[in-house]
């Protein structure tokens, strides 16, 4: 009897040995490799787009024609706005040139002794010294309109540069800008309303 549970004994000991060995699995888990890449999608280069617009090339077609730098970078809305400045100012040149030129002539005609009934009536019985100030207030105002009107030029042709660069910057289709009221309480100000942009990616 002893033997007999001596045997048991010996077998169940070994049969939970047994147990507690690690079975091999018979399928194998490898790691997946996550840097593999997809074949058949198209790699594009980052400077693929922006090699089409060149500052320099944008700039250079606004020097030789104003507005020409902004059809360049596909921006043809810029082109009322240069060309109606443009007008503008040179129309305000024009007439302060002609009202300058307008005095002089009448400034002579009276120096002379040329001044006739009608001319007269035209110059409001205007004196040599308010002609004097008429011809010279509008050589000023004539000088400046010209200084803004080669200031437009030159941002015209920054605005070409600048925006070319702008085109190697690929925006987020998802980026959203919304304007809305906006209200705020302060212990120190108080409550205080205004305008909030708000910014999403």
């Keep these: 009897m002893k033997h007999f549970l001596g045997t048991w ?14 079975k091999k699995d018979s399928i194998q888990n ?11 999608k198209r ?26 730098g902004q059809v360049y970078n596909k921006k043809y809305w810029k082109l009322p706005l240069v060309y109606g400045g443009f007008y503008a100012l040179i129309t305000v040149v024009d007439f302060y040139s002609k009202a300058g030129n307008k ?20 110059l409001f019985d205007l004196t040599e010294t ?4 008429i011809i010279d207030q509008a050589q000023r105002q004539r000088d400046y309109f010209l200084i803004f009107t080669g200031f437009l ?20 289709p998802k980026l959203k800008v919304r304007i809305e009221p906006h209200m705020e309480n302060s212990y120190y100000t108080g409550t205080s309303t205004g305008i909030a942009i708000k910014l999403r990616f």
């Design 153 to 172: 030029y030159l941002l015209q042709m920054v605005d070409a540069h600048v925006d070319a660069h702008l085109k190697e910057f690929d925006l987020n």
């Design 130 to 133: 308010q002609l004097r100030t």
């Design 30 to 40: 490898t790691p997946t490799d996550t840097l593999i890449s997809k074949s058949g």
């Design 43 to 68: 790699v594009v280069d980052i400077d693929t787009y922006s090699q089409r617009f060149n500052p320099r090339k944008a700039m250079l077609y606004a020097a030789v024609l104003p507005g020409l």
């Design 9 to 22: 004994l010996l077998i169940g000991v070994c049969s939970l040995a047994y147990s507690q060995e690690a």
């Design 103 to 122: 005095a002089r002539n009448d400034l002579f005609d009276l120096l002379d002794g040329k001044v006739n009934a009608q001319s007269r009536s035209l």
